[in-house]
C-alpha cells in the first residue's frame, strides 16, 4: 500500500501567548488536526474566517513552524523540518494564494518571474526558454506574455501565471488557499477548469481551501469542516454534502441556497448560524462549538468529544457518543430541506 502523499497527525499551530506577566494565552489557530490526502485526490478545507484554514497551509509549508504534532509526505516525517526537508519539502509542495497580484514581482516580466522557480530545478539553462513556453501554453496563455509585466494582465491572467509558476518545479502537491476568490465569476470557472486539467494530466494532489460551498461540492473527493482550528467533520464529499451530521456542518450547509432540484439533492435543514466564531486566544470550554449548538446540553460544555467514525466519516460531536447523547433524535436524522425551503420532518 503507497503512502498518502500528505499525513497531519494531530497537528497544532499556536501564535503569540506569555505577554508581560505571562499569563496570556496563545491563538490557537490550529489545534489538534489530523487529515491524509492520498495521491492525485482533492482536499476541500471549507469554514468560517478565522477558523485555522490557511494556517494549516502555511504550516504543512513551512511558512509557520507547528508548535505540535507530526507532517509526513509521502511517508517521510518532515517535522521537525530540517532545512533538508524543508528543499525536499519546497520542490514538492506549491502553494497558490488567493490574492494573484501579490505574488508576483511588478517589476519583473512574465519571463522572469517563471525563470525564478527554474533555477531551482535540474533544467539546464539552456532549456529554461523552452520550459517556460511549454508552462505558459500549459495554462492556456502563449509567448506574447512572456514580456509583458503583471500590470498588464488580468487577474485570471495573474492566477494562471502563479499556477505556472507553482508547477514549474514539477511538484507532487498543490496547497489551493482559495485561488478563484478574488477573480470575477466566469473567470472563476476557467481557473478552475484548468485546475482540474492539471490535476488529471500531471497527477496532483490538492489542498483546496475556499469558502465556496458549491465548489468544494463539485470538486473534492473528500471535505473537511474547520471550527475554530479543529476539524469538526471530514468525510467524502458526497457523504458530507448529502447527510451533514456535525450541527456545525448542518448550519454551515444551510446557507446554500435551496435549488428547484432539492427533491433530489438532499439539503440540511434550515439550521443558521447565530452568532461569531469565538476568539482562537479564548476557546469555549468542551465542544467549542456549543455556545453557537441549538442542540448543546451541559455535557457539551464539559466536554471535548474526540472525533468519531458515524457513517463513513470523522465526526467531533458528542450526539454521537455512545450513551451520553442528550439528543440522539437530532444525530438519528439527517433532515432536508423540500423545495419550498421547509423542513420535511
Ligand atoms: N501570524 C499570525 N499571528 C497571530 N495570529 C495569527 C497569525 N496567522 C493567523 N492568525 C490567527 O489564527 C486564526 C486562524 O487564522 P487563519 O487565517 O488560519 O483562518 P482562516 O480559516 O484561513 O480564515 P480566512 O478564511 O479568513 O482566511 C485567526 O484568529 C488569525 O487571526
Not at 497531519?8 to 508581560?20: A, I, Q, R, S, T
Request: charged fraction near 30%; glycine fraction near 8%; include cysteine.
Amino acid at each position: 500500500m503507497t503512502a498518502p502523499v500528505l499525513a497531519v497527525d494531530d497537528l497544532e499551530k499556536y501564535f503569540g501567548g506569555g505577554g508581560w506577566f505571562g499569563d496570556e494565552p496563545p491563538v490557537r489557530a490550529v489545534d489538534g488536526v489530523s487529515f491524509e490526502i492520498d495521491r492525485g485526490e482533492t482536499l476541500g478545507l471549507i469554514g468560517e474566517s478565522g477558523s485555522g484554514k490557511s494556517t494549516i497551509a502555511k504550516t504543512v509549508i513551512g511558512i509557520h513552524e507547528p508548535t505540535g504534532g507530526r507532517i509526513r509526505f509521502e511517508g517521510e516525517d518532515v517535522t521537525p523540518q530540517t532545512r533538508k526537508q524543508l528543499r525536499r519539502l519546497r520542490s514538492e509542495v506549491q502553494m497558490v494564494f488567493q490574492d494573484p497580484t501579490s505574488c508576483l514581482n511588478p517589476r519583473r516580466t512574465i519571463r522572469k518571474s517563471l525563470s525564478v522557480p527554474l533555477k531551482a530545478t535540474d533544467v539546464p539553462k539552456a532549456e529554461r526558454g523552452r520550459r517556460i513556453s511549454e508552462l505558459l501554453d500549459r495554462v492556456g496563455l502563449n509567448d506574447e506574455y512572456l514580456t509583458k509585466y503583471p500590470h498588464e494582465l488580468s487577474g485570471g491572467q495573474k492566477q494562471r501565471v502563479n499556477i505556472a509558476r507553482a508547477i514549474a518545479v514539477e511538484p507532487t502537491l498543490l496547497l489551493l488557499d482559495e485561488p478563484t476568490s478574488a477573480l470575477d465569476v466566469s473567470v472563476q470557472a476557467k481557473i478552475i477548469g484548468l485546475l482540474d486539467d492539471l490535476q488529471d494530466e500531471l497527477g496532483l494532489t490538492y489542498l483546496f481551501i475556499t469558502h465556496d460551498l458549491s465548489l468544494i461540492r463539485n470538486f473534492a473527493d473528500e471535505t473537511a469542516v474547520m471550527y475554530l482550528g479543529e476539524i469538526q467533520e471530514r468525510g467524502p464529499t458526497d457523504r458530507i454534502f448529502e447527510r451533514p451530521s456535525h450541527p456545525y456542518t448542518r448550519a454551515l450547509l444551510s446557507a446554500i441556497p435551496v435549488t428547484d432540484d432539492a427533491e433530489e439533492a438532499y439539503k440540511p435543514r434550515r439550521e443558521p448560524l447565530e452568532g461569531e466564531i469565538p476568539s482562537p486566544r479564548d476557546v469555549p470550554s468542551g465542544c467549542r462549538f456549543h455556545p453557537r449548538c441549538p442542540h448543546a446540553t451541559e455535557e457539551c460544555a464539559a466536554h471535548r468529544p474526540e472525533p468519531r467514525e458515524v457513517d463513513g466519516a470523522s465526526v467531533r460531536c458528542l450526539a454521537y457518543d455512545d450513551g451520553t447523547s442528550g439528543f440522539a433524535d437530532f444525530a438519528s436524522e439527517p433532515g432536508r430541506l423540500t423545495s419550498d425551503g421547509g423542513s420535511d420532518r
